[in-house]
C-alpha cells in the first residue's frame, strides 16, 4: 500500500430486504420482515461483528404511485430511519448510526434536536446524511404542488445546515455544572442562544438538547452536482457516490479533495465512500448464479419505473427492448442530476436497451457492482481505494441477511489479512472510527492559543 | 369495589431527574444523567418491572429564556421523545410507549410515519399524546413570531388528527402479500390513497408504512379547556388531566364520558387518567420530612418563573410574599387554559402567595399531589378510582430513579393485594392493556356484516 497503515471505512447501507429491486423475491429473504425490529436488530449485529463504520438508512417520504404495477412489485415500506436507528442504539455498541434526513421538508429545530438526542443516547455514534430529496411525489404530501426547483433546494440545504449547526453549539460543552449546592445547574455564560433569521429560516434558538458527544453529529452528503460538491466541500464529512469506473472515482475524489482547501479544510477532514453492490459467491460460477437469478426475478413493469424515477423520465410508453429515448437537456432535470448523467452516459457507452440497462441498474442503482470470490471482492476494493478514488465503500448487500452475512464472514477477513480493515474498533465515537476530528465548539475555538 | 373485577391503569410520566422543579438537586437524583441512556434503560425497566401501563413523556420545543435565572436553575435539556422511546422500546417487551407530540409545529406525514414506525418496531406500544403547545418561546424556533392562537391551534389540531388517522389507514391490514412466485408484493386494490386538502394541511398519501399493529397506535390528550374535551370525546383514547379534588375530577369524568355518545363511542373506549404526583415515607414523618427538603431546596427565581409559565403570566415584578396580582381575563390567555383557572382558584381558594403557590405546584404543577406511607396512598388512588373520578393515574414522581422505585416497591403490592392492579400482563399489545379495541380499517369496516 502507498500510505502504509492507511485502512478503508466500511458503511452497511440497510434497504431491506435488500437493494435489488428483486431481493424480496430471492429465496434467501424473508420480505414479511422488513418492519420487525428483530430482522433489523439481526442486520445490525451483523454489521457490527464484521467491524463496519456504520449503519447507513436511505428514506423518502412517499409512495411514488406514477407506475401502478411497480407498486405492486415491489417493497414501498420501511421504517423512518431516525425511529430505527434509535432503536438500534440500544442493542449495539460501536457502529455509527446515520440517518438520512430532507433539508426540503423539515424543520431544522426538530432535526437539529433529533439527531443530538441519538448522539446522546448512542454516546457518540449519530450522523446525518443530509439530501435535498428529488422525488415530485414527496411534495404533495407536504402541501405543495410542485417540487422545490434543484437549485434553491441548495439554497435552502445550505441555511438549513446553518442552523442546524448553530443550535448544536447552544450550549458550549462544559455548561452545565449540576452544582446542587449551590442551584446551579447550567453556567449561563456558557449558553449561546441563536437568533437566526435568513432567507429561509427564523430560528430563535436555543436547542434544549446539549451538545452533541461528538460536537456535532457526523454529517454525510451524497449530491455529486455541481453545487452538491460545493456544498460537501464547505461541510460534508463523509460523502457517499456513485461511480461506474476508477478513472471517474478517481477525478471526483481529486475535486472534492482538491475544493476543501478554500474553506480552510485538510483532505483528512472528508472521508470519501463511493456505493458499492456486491454479489459474492464462493466460487466464480455461485456469484454469475446469484447474479443470473436475481436479473431473472425482476418483473419487467418494476424494472421501467426504477429505472424511470433514477432518471426523471417517464419510460414506460417506449419499447422495453429498444434504445432510451431521447432524453431533455441536464437543465431541465429536477431530480438528482448527477444520477441522471450517469445512466444516459452508460447506456449510451454500451448501447443498452431499455431492459439491459434497468437490468443493469436493478441492484447497484448506479453504484459500482462488484461480482465474484471474496478475493476477487477484496481485490475490487484496493485498486479503488490505493489508487486514490475512494476512502472507504459503502456496501449495498444484494440480499438480506445474506448479503450482508457474506460480506462479513468472507470479505471482511480478507480485507483484514492485507492489513486494508480494522479488527477492532478503537474509538468509541464514530468519529473517532472514521478518524474526524471533533469540532471545537467556536466559544472555546475563539480561547485557543495561537501557536 | 362497584365494578368487580375492574383494574386501574397506571403511567409512569417520566420528567427527568423527577417532577419536582428542585428534584435534581434532591439527594437521591444524579442530575448529570438525564440525557444517558442508562438512567433511562433503568427506570422503564423499573416502570416494566411494576407492571406499569405505559411511560409517557411530555415535550417542549424551547429553553424559555423569559427568566434567566431560572435557566441556571432548572433541567432545561432532555432527549426528544421519540427517539428516547424508540431506544427504549428494544429493551422493554410489554410497557407502552407514549410520546408528546404538537400538532402546532409538526407536519402530519411525519408524525404518522414515526409513530407507525414506532408501532411496527415495538409490537403495538406506541400512543401519541397530542397538544397544542402552550409556550410562546416555541414559535420562534419555527419561523413565526407570535404563538398561533387558542382557538386556531384546537382548529389545526383537528385536522391534523384526521389527516394522521387517514394515513394510518392508507394500506388494509392484510395488504402485503409477499408472494414471491407471482412477482405480487402488495394487493394494490387495498392500497387507500388519502387525497386530503384541507383548511390546514393538504396530503396526498399514501403513507410509505404499513398499518399499525395497534390499527393505530393509541391516542392521548390532555386538554381540559371546552375544545380541548370536544376533540377529546370525539378523538382520545386516553385523557391525562389535572385536578385537585375529587368533586372536580368527578364532574370532569362524567363530562368527558358523557360527550362520548354523540360520537357513537362508550364510556369504555375512552381511559381517564388524572396525575398524581406521590411523595412516599415508610412512615408518615419521612413522607413529611421528603416534602419539606424538596420545598426547602427550590431557588425563587425558579419558583416564580415555573409558576409563571404555568398561568402564562409574568409574576416576576410583584412581591413573592404577596397575593398573587389582578390576572387576565381567560379570554386573554394563549396558554393552557384549564392550568390557568386551575391555579388561579386554587390560590384564590386558599389565600396562598405567590411563594406558597409556587411551593405548591413545584411538584405537581396542578395536578393531584398525595403524600403518605404506601397504604395511605393507595388509598387515596382507590378513592377516585372506585368514585367515579378516575380509571386509572399517571404517577409523577418527584425525583428519580428513588421516586419510582418506591412506587414500584411499595405502593403497587399494595394495590396488588387489594385486587385494584394487575400482577401479570394480560395484553400483547399498549391497546390490549389498557382495554381498548382495535380500530377496524374503514374498508373492512364497511364490509362488516350488519348483525
Redesign the interface.
Known amino acids: 500500500m502507498a500510505d502504509r497503515g492507511r485502512q478503508l471505512k466500511l458503511g452497511a447501507f440497510l434497504m431491506t430486504p435488500g437493494h435489488h429491486v428483486a431481493a424480496?423475491?430471492y429465496p434467501d429473504t424473508t420480505?414479511?420482515e422488513v418492519?420487525?425490529?428483530k430482522f433489523?436488530?439481526k442486520l445490525a449485529q451483523t454489521a457490527e461483528r464484521g467491524k463496519f463504520d456504520l449503519l447507513f438508512l436511505a428514506d423518502?417520504?412517499?409512495?411514488s404511485?406514477t407506475y401502478?404495477e411497480a407498486?405492486?412489485?415491489?417493497?414501498?415500506?420501511?421504517?423512518?430511519p431516525?425511529?430505527?436507528l434509535?432503536?438500534?442504539?440500544?442493542?449495539t455498541e460501536h457502529v455509527g448510526l446515520v440517518a438520512t434526513v430532507s433539508t426540503t421538508?423539515?424543520?431544522p429545530?426538530?432535526v437539529a434536536?433529533?439527531f443530538a438526542?441519538?448522539d446522546?443516547?448512542?454516546?457518540g455514534r449519530a450522523a446525518w446524511n443530509v439530501v435535498t430529496s428529488g422525488n415530485p411525489?414527496e411534495a404533495?404530501?407536504?402541501?405543495?404542488d410542485h417540487h422545490l426547483l434543484h437549485s434553491l433546494r441548495y439554497e435552502r440545504a445550505e441555511e438549513f445546515l446553518n442552523v442546524v449547526t448553530g443550535l448544536w453549539n447552544?450550549?458550549e460543552d462544559d455548561a452545565?455544572v449540576?452544582d446542587?449546592e449551590n442551584?446551579?445547574?447550567?453556567?449561563?455564560s456558557k449558553?449561546h442562544?441563536l437568533h437566526h433569521k435568513g432567507e429561509w429560516?427564523?430560528?430563535?434558538?436555543?436547542?434544549?438538547?446539549?451538545r452533541p458527544v461528538q460536537g456535532h453529529p457526523v454529517i454525510v452528503q451524497a449530491g455529486a452536482s455541481e453545487p452538491g460538491k460545493e456544498l460537501a466541500a464547505r461541510t460534508a464529512e463523509v460523502i457517499f457516490t456513485a461511480w461506474q469506473t476508477l478513472e471517474e472515482a478517481q477525478a471526483f475524489y481529486a475535486d472534492v479533495k482538491g475544493r476543501l482547501g478554500q474553506y480552510g479544510r485538510s483532505p483528512g477532514e472528508l472521508v470519501i465512500m463511493p456505493g458499492v453492490f456486491p454479489i459474492i459467491g464462493r466460487t466464480e460460477a455461485e456469484a454469475a448464479e446469484k447474479k443470473a437469478l436475481l436479473e431473472q426475478?425482476i418483473?419487467q413493469e418494476?424494472g421501467v419505473s426504477l429505472l424511470s424515477n433514477l432518471i426523471s423520465f417517464d419510460l414506460s410508453a417506449y419499447p422495453v427492448d429498444g434504445p432510451l429515448p431521447d432524453l431533455p437537456h441536464l437543465d431541465q432535470i429536477n431530480g438528482g442530476k448527477s444520477r441522471f448523467t450517469l445512466l444516459k452516459d452508460l447506456a449510451e457507452r454500451e448501447s443498452l436497451t431499455i431492459r439491459q440497462l434497468y437490468q443493469r441498474i436493478a441492484g447497484a442503482r448506479g453504484h459500482r457492482e462488484i461480482i465474484g470470490t471474496p478475493v476477487q471482492i477484496a481485490d475490487q476494493l484496493e485498486e479503488w481505494f490505493v489508487h486514490g478514488a475512494a476512502d472507504g465503500f459503502n456496501i449495498m448487500p444484494p440480499y438480506l441477511p445474506g448479503g450482508l452475512e457474506d460480506f462479513v464472514d468472507l470479505v471482511v477477513p480478507e480485507l483484514q489479512k492485507r492489513g486494508l480493515f480494522r479488527t477492532a474498533y478503537k474509538g468509541t465515537t464514530l468519529r473517532e472510527n472514521l478518524g474526524l476530528k471533533r469540532p471545537p465548539h467556536p466559544a472555546a475555538a475563539q480561547l485557543a492559543p495561537l501557536t
Chains 1, 2 share one sequence.
Not at 423518502?60 to 409512495?63: D, M, Q, S
Not at 446522546?120 to 454516546?123: E, P, V
Open positions: 424480496w423475491r420480505a414479511s418492519l420487525k425490529f433489523y436488530k423518502g417520504y412517499a409512495v404511485e401502478p407498486v405492486a412489485q415491489t417493497v414501498t415500506v420501511r421504517p423512518e431516525i425511529t430505527l434509535s432503536a438500534l442504539s440500544s442493542v421538508y423539515n424543520e429545530f426538530h434536536r433529533k438526542s441519538l446522546h443516547l448512542s454516546d411525489a404533495q404530501n407536504f402541501n405543495k447552544s450550549w452545565f449540576y446542587k442551584a446551579t445547574f447550567a453556567d449561563r449558553l442562544t429560516f427564523s430560528v430563535r434558538g436555543p436547542l434544549n438538547v446539549a426475478l418483473p418494476a
